[in-house]
């Protein structure tokens, strides 16, 4: 799969009706709305609706012309779309289950808990679109050295052991890929 940053992605969606661009966006996306959902509050089931709601709305208003990248990031306009489906759902769900007002809004966090609980989806769903990235231009035993030593803790002697690497080989590996993964990060939503 060719890498395509978030704004060629949206480019191409403003522009064409291009399927491949929306599928690549909705796996980086869905996640991220489905895990906010469900810290928030919705069951699974709900928080998948919602997140479905939240990439028609989304689909709708950057083909409208809504979206406009000077405004802000890519990832604070979808969490407002987002927190406004989501807690709609809420409201209706507690509405449904005979709870009081009060208690739908006691339950909500405060906006820094949400915007923090948001950022680390984000934050989840860019380094996996990274990582995805990295490991389809490494070899794999480079690979596979960064992630048992930099994100598996294994200690750099056994990944070395285990691979038949040098402890500095590990150590390149992991150095090379965590370059390439900055480099991913920062042109994730690069403006065009």
Same mark, same amino acid.
């Given at each position: ?12 969606? !403003? ?5 491949? *661009?929306? /599928? ?13 959902? !469900? ?5 699974? /089931? ?9 990439? %028609? ?5 950057? !083909? ?14 979808? @969490?407002? %779309? ?13 509405? !449904? ?10 339950? @909500?966090?405060?906006?820094?808990? =949400? ?5 680390? /989806?984000?934050? +989840? ?19 596979? *050295?960064? /992630?048992?030593? *930099? ?17 500095? *080989?590990?150590?390149? =590996? ?7 993964? +900055? ?10």
């Amino acid at each position: 799969m060719e890498w395509r940053t978030t704004t060629q992605l949206l480019h191409q969606l !403003q522009t064409t009706h291009d399927d491949d *661009a929306w /599928q690549q966006l909705c796996a980086v996306l869905r996640p991220a709305v489905v895990h906010f959902g !469900q810290a928030l509050g919705l069951s699974l /089931q709900d928080a998948e609706d919602a997140a479905q709601e939240t990439l %028609i709305t989304f689909l709708k208003a950057l !083909q409208a012309g809504h979206y406009d990248r000077e405004k802000g990031r890519l990832s604070h306009w979808l @969490l407002g %779309i987002a927190r406004r489906v989501i807690l709609n759902k809420r409201r209706h769900a507690c509405g !449904q289950g005979g709870h009081a007002d009060t208690a739908f809004w006691e339950s @909500l966090p405060d906006d820094s808990r =949400a915007e923090a609980t948001w950022e680390a /989806q984000w934050q +989840r769903a860019v380094l996996q679109r990274c990582l995805a990235q990295a490991c389809r231009e490494f070899d794999p035993k480079v690979f596979e *050295a960064f /992630q048992s030593y *930099a994100m598996g803790d294994v200690p750099v002697q056994e990944v070395g052991r285990r691979l038949d690497m040098t402890p500095n *080989a590990v150590y390149i =590996a992991k150095s090379r890929v965590l370059a390439r993964l +900055r480099a991913l990060e920062a042109q994730f939503e690069e403006p065009i």
